[in-house]
């Protein structure tokens, strides 16, 4: 007992010494900006986001006006991530701090908060959105589904709540974030338009979206298509054996042709679909993986939020049976580029 104690003495100081580093004192990270804020060393903001997404839009944003950083990497599942000291202190030295919100990044919500009680300037994107457009589903203990990105339309939403966030830190830069938002909502709407043509050229019957979790009902409700995960909407939680039984039930009764890995998600669960439909005669195939919490790799076309989701539009429509260019948007519009043209999305 008496070592179990020191353990946990020994991890809670350096928790503290963590916060009190970053709240202040020689070892806070950064230097005063414009604006007399944390800053970093040449000026510009200093905007930390959670999550990739979050990330991609405040930088579209933010243009040159600040660095902005994403604490979670590339391919880690937000539900269960869990805040290391060097995120405190990346946090407590942020001018500006985007989070989803709505139970996203629920191993965060302590450290979120602390930071917002060290005076730093803390939003939750999602939660701006009007509650009319947030999904409520059964057995998520009364909380919206917080997979809002998955619907671009509404995601178009929170180029607005970064914008003005970012005007409130920088006043100076009001012009130039109110141009850079809204090229990038044209941006959105180009890859939104896309999205619902290739979709649409699925057949109707086939519009059935199997998943590893339930992170795509904002995209199912968006482009009209039955969504189903074998996790719920946290990855926290578990799929028993009746649920596989019964979801194998439905693909070999629907004649469904494809499933879906995720790139966060293991993906034994899916692979035991496949397993339990070949039993009963009926072959389905893995239609490819796609990015649900988090997006491809860093400097990769997936590793924007445009290249996420067209890369997920264009493999679900190929895999259903739609109509799609190769490359998805980015080849056709690459290749309407070339000849001298803009969008025609």
């Known amino acids: 007992m008496r070592r179990s104690s020191l353990v946990v003495t020994v991890c809670a100081l350096v928790v503290a010494l963590s916060w009190a580093a970053g ?8 230097s005063s900006n414009r604006n007399g804020a944390a800053g ?13 997404m979050i990330a991609d839009v405040a930088r579209a944003v933010a243009g040159d006006r600040a660095e902005v950083t994403s604490l979670m990497p590339s391919g880690v599942d937000p539900h269960l991530y869990k805040p290391t000291s060097n995120d405190i202190k990346t946090l407590l030295g942020a001018d500006v701090v985007f989070y989803n919100g709505l139970l996203l990044e629920g191993k965060m919500t302590d450290a979120l908060q602390r930071t917002a009680d060290a005076g730093k300037r803390v939003h939750a994107v999602a939660e701006a959105l009007d509650e009319g457009d947030l999904l409520a589903p059964e057995g998520f203990a009364g909380h919206y589904d917080p997979h809002v990105w998955m619907d671009p339309a509404l995601w178009m939403l929170t180029v607005d709540v970064i ?8 006043p100076d830069g ?8 809204a090229a990038y909502r044209a941006e959105l709407e180009t890859l939104n338009a896309y999205a619902a043509r290739a979709l649409s050229s699925v057949p109707d019957d086939r519009r059935v979206l199997v998943t590893a979790h339930d992170a ?4 199912g409700r968006r482009f009209g298509y039955e969504v189903v995960g074998i996790q719920g909407i946290s990855t926290e939680s578990e799929a028993g054996v009746r649920d596989i039984e019964r979801m194998v039930s439905m693909l070999v009764q629907r004649n469904i042709p494809a499933v879906f890995v995720e790139s966060t998600v293991p993906d034994k669960q899916v692979r035991s679909l496949l397993d339990g439909a070949k039993r009963q005669g009926h072959t389905v195939v893995i239609g490819g993986e796609l990015f649900s919490d988090a997006m491809g790799a860093p400097g990769s076309y997936e590793g ?5 989701i067209d890369h997920n539009v264009t493999t679900i429509a190929k895999a259903l049976g739609g109509d799609v260019p190769a490359g998805g948007m980015q080849s056709k519009l690459s290749k309407h580029e070339a000849q001298g ?5």
């Open 23 to 30: 709240c202040g004192g020689e070892g806070s990270p950064g």
């Open 40 to 52: 970093t060393t040449d000026g510009r903001l200093n905007v930390v986001c959670t999550v990739g």
């Open 163 to 170: 914008r003005d966030r970012l005007v409130e830190a920088d």
């Open 174 to 181: 009001e012009a130039q974030y109110n141009e850079n938002a």
């Open 216 to 219: 795509f009902n904002y995209f």
């Open 304 to 308: 924007t939020y445009v290249g996420m």
């Open 341 to 345: 043209g803009g969008t025609d999305e």
